[in-house]
């Protein structure tokens, strides 16, 4: 689950992190009372308006804009709120900004004052093991650093049985190129950006720009923020933080059903039970020359309440021209899932319009194929992986 920046912010904040203060606001009007707030707070006399998007580089797209009058952030509120923020990370269509946040301006006048940093902590998968990524070329997008100067990218990998030991923040503050005052609000820094990062169960928090200024304050300017959604039980409140508007609707929905999707490019639809087999039956409608147009996990239960959720899921997007349903019966029996499919063709009607092909394999796989034979219906039966392959290369051409 992503999280807007100034949520970001609040979790870091809570963990003794440093950052740039701000308030979220729906309207020019809560903008306004936002910045007169935050002056009290900090005594700030200019402002930041950023476009709280779930996309970076939102300050290339101008969803990041100087305020130096509380007449300005009305202004830029009311032109940046509405929107379509168009940055290197959103569609070309670009994304809606529904909200912004003022924050306290944190940069010194003079450009000499404020040194950039990028750092991130994330989850190395290769090695099972934390690492914090970070760079002295802050500011920028981190993709274009390592392609042209990739040995100015350093990494720390950090054991999660023992956390970040002292001699790591250490040399990371070193790497930096810091001493004295500033090399231990850095050690400070990143020692409470990793336990942030630990204590919420994020898979990501990116801090760019981390800014350093003349007087040795270390603080996070940027927040992008990614929780473990396996971790929702026991983060409510940060759950509690998700923002739907900001996600794919179809996912959205399928999520709610309890169904796993993701919408892919391709033109087969599919329905599979279990991660390790929806990669397999992806591969499969390859190899048959088709494109898969998704990625479906229905979990343990195919009956026909979800295979008719699914069905409709897949079937938003128009690009799919055949669906392939591949169920391995474990404890869910062939002729459960066979039934589920019959059930809901019928009650789809002419709304199920594509050819749709059927691979049950497992407990009751025979029993399956002949109820779906016997049907009546314009459904395809399979027993072998190839066979269904053949089917949907029939079915495409
Ligand atoms: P991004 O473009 O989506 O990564 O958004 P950021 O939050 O990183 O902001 C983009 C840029 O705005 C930063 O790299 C800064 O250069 C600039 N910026 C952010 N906060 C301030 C601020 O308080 N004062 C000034 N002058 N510039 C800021
Ligand atoms: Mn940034």
């Known amino acids: 689950m992503n ?51 779930h996309a970076g580089g939102r300050g290339k797209g101008g969803g990041v804009k100087l305020a130096k009058s509380i007449d300005e ?12 923020l168009i940055t290197p990370q959103t569609k070309a269509e670009g994304k809606l900004v529904n909200q912004v946040a003022i924050f306290e301006d944190v940069y010194y006048p003079g450009k000499s004052e404020n040194e950039e940093y990028y750092m991130s902590v994330l989850l190395n998968r290769a090695t099972g093991r934390n690492m914090i990524m970070y760079s002295t070329e802050g500011g920028m997008d981190i993709e274009t650093v390592a392609e042209n100067t990739p040995h100015l990218i350093f990494t720390e990998e950090i054991d999660p049985k023992v956390g970040l030991q002292g001699f790591q923040a250490r040399k990371i503050a070193f790497n930096l190129g810091l001493s004295g005052v500033a090399l231990k609000e850095m050690m400070k820094f990143v020692t409470a950006l990793y336990s942030a990062y630990e204590g919420s169960d994020a ?52 999520d ?7 919408k892919l490019d391709g033109n087969v639809g599919c329905m599979v039970n279990g991660a390790g087999l929806a990669m397999a039956t992806m591969d499969l409608i390859k190899q048959s020359g088709g494109d898969p147009a998704n990625f479906l996990d229905v979990g343990g239960t195919a009956d026909a309440e979800r295979v008719e959720k699914g069905f409709r899921i897949i079937l938003s997007d128009p690009n799919v021209k055949a669906i392939l ?7 869910v029996r062939g002729d459960r899932v066979a039934q589920g499919v019959v059930d809901a063709s019928k009650s789809m009607g002419d709304a199920l319009n594509v050819p749709v092909i059927v691979r049950l394999q497992g407990t009751n796989a025979i029993e399956g194929k002949k109820i779906i ?11 072998l992986f190839e066979d269904a392959a053949k089917l949907v290369n029939q079915v495409l051409s």
Request: hydrophobic residues 40%; negative net charge.
């Open 3 to 53: 999280l807007h920046e100034y949520q970001g912010k609040e979790i870091l904040s809570s963990f003794g992190v440093r950052v740039q203060k701000g308030i979220v606001a729906s309207t020019a009007d809560e903008a306004v009372e936002a910045a007169k707030k935050l002056t009290e707070q900090t005594g700030t006399e200019w402002y930041v308006v950023k476009a709280q998007v």
């Open 73 to 84: 952030v009305r202004d830029l509120s009311d032109k940046i709120i509405g929107m379509m």
């Open 203 to 254: 898979s990501l928090f990116e801090i760019n720009p981390v800014l350093k200024t003349s007087d040795d304050k270390v603080l996070a300017v940027d927040a992008k923020v990614s929780i473990d959604a396996n971790s929702s039980y026991r983060h409510k409140n940060l759950f509690a933080l998700r923002d739907t508007r900001e996600e794919d609707p179809t996912e959205v929905e399928a």
């Open 256 to 262: 709610s059903f309890g169904l796993n999707y993701v």
């Open 325 to 331: 349903v591949n169920i391995f019966g474990g404890i």
């Open 373 to 383: 034979d016997d049907s009546g219906l314009k459904v395809h039966s399979a027993i």
